[in-house]
């Protein structure tokens, strides 16, 4: 039996509370203990308590010392797309100048480009480059992160992205969550109506059947999948046992939280254009909004998500980075906290409270970390600073000083 005893965290961060996501109000409840400690033993959680009480009960147990910085659970990314090869610089650079989307996309550039360069790459070369993304999501305090396929959009690419992911979970202490997303765009070599048949009939029965993804996701917008499209493949995906998540009102307020409340999805993600219509969908059947403001603010767009009408309307808001190439090339989540809290208007704490205990709860995870409560993994973070706003404050500059997931020194 390893123990482990954590000492004077100036602020122990536990979001401790009901086990639920967080709404309203309760967002901004972080159950936070001055000169805080922690008692760990096997990887899980003990107890948390004053730093005097903890010291008290430590007996053999190796210390960690966090002498006057805060602790707080590890960052729970529920959005990514963390495999795929190459990058997008190209696009960047584009942008920068002033073209627009339709431009870069002729040019060779957007999500196509990022298709080719993953289908050529091998499965090594493949997770070689993804166990770098892994490494990136550690050094900044995120322990768990959900990903996504979408890049391979044939049978076997999809097939070979989601095994990566499965490999990954092996060789890294970052856990994975897999989400199929082969519907993210309609491939240059069939029409939508095949493609949607190919992911329907032989995609997603064998991705079932080999368990390799707990989630299906779609790229719900107009010139993508539409309504309609969407939930064809949501619905046989749901029969098929997997759960949902949607890309939704990204670009266009075309009905994804609609969509999302209907089929009674996980999550509804973007929401960008997402009205009050949209908003009130969402709360009655319960579905949570993952914004992504790291991908506005990396595009360039003007419109961020409605945060705080949501909060107002009682929904258990995420926030995720949606690390990609194209569109939002970051795996901070401090960055988005900053971004929250100045694009959003969200608190910090409200903005913590979406990166970690809700985020878990929106991955199916509540139970088992997002927060620093008894019987949990002991996920957590370290930062180097003695205040938990200074996460959302000081930008552009890493605070992490030390990371752990079930109790092991991670980075
Ligand atoms: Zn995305």
Redesign the pocket.
């Known amino acids: 039996m390893k123990s482990l005893a954590v000492l004077h965290a100036s602020q122990l961060v536990t979001l401790g509370g009901p086990k639920r996501p967080r709404v309203g109000t309760e967002m901004r409840e972080l159950a936070i203990i001055r000169d805080g400690g922690m008692l760990i033993r096997d990887g899980k959680i003990r107890s948390v308590a004053p730093s005097d009480q903890i010291e008290k009960n430590a007996n053999n147990a190796e210390i960690i010392d966090a002498e006057g910085r805060i602790a707080l659970p590890g960052f729970v990314d529920a ?1 990514t ?1 963390l495999v795929f090869a190459g990058n997008r610089l190209e696009d960047f650079e584009r942008r920068a100048r002033g073209e627009s989307y339709e431009q870069i996309a002729k040019a060779g550039g957007g999500i196509w480009s990022t298709v080719e360069k993953t289908r050529a790459a091998s499965d090594a070369d493949l997770l070689k480059r993804a166990k770098i993304h892994a490494d990136w999501f550690l050094k900044c305090g995120t322990t768990t992160v959900e990903a ?1 396929s979408g890049y391979g959009l044939t049978l076997e690419g999809e097939l070979k992205i989601l095994c990566v992911m499965r490999q990954l979970n092996e060789k890294t202490s970052l856990e994975i969550v897999p989400t199929f997303l082969g519907a993210h765009a309609v491939p240059r070599e069939m029409d939508a109506d095949q493609y949607i048949e190919l992911v329907i009939e032989e995609m997603l029965p064998r991705i079932a059947s080999e368990k390799l993804a707990e989630f299906c996701d779609v790229f719900c917008e107009r010139g993508y999948f539409d309504v309609e499209q969407s939930r064809r493949i949501l619905t046989a995906a749901r029969q098929l046992g997997l759960k949902l998540r949607i ?1 939704a009102d990204q670009l266009t307020n075309s009905g994804g939280a609609q969509l999302a409340a209907e089929l009674k999805a996980t999550t509804a ?1 973007h929401l960008e254009k997402t009205d009050g219509q949209g908003i009130a969908a969402m709360k009655s059947a319960g579905v949570q909004p993952v914004l ?1 403001p790291g991908s506005v603010y990396a595009l360039g767009l003007p419109d961020y998500p409605r945060a705080r009408e949501m909060v107002a309307a009682g929904l258990a808001i995420v926030i995720a980075t ?1 690390f ?1 190439p194209g569109s939002s090339p970051t795996p901070s989540m401090t960055m988005i906290l900053s971004l929250a809290c100045t694009q959003m208007k969200l608190s910090p704490a409200e903005a913590i409270t979406a990166g970690t205990i809700n985020a878990a709860y929106s991955l199916n995870r509540g139970s088992k970390i997002g927060s620093l409560e008894p019987g949990k993994f002991a996920n957590f973070s370290i930062f180097n600073c003695e205040d938990y706003r200074e996460l959302a404050y000081w930008f552009g500059i890493p605070q992490t000083h030390s990371v752990y997931v079930r109790g092991e020194r991670v980075g």
């Open positions: 959005h797309h996504k890309h993600d992504l949606d990609n």
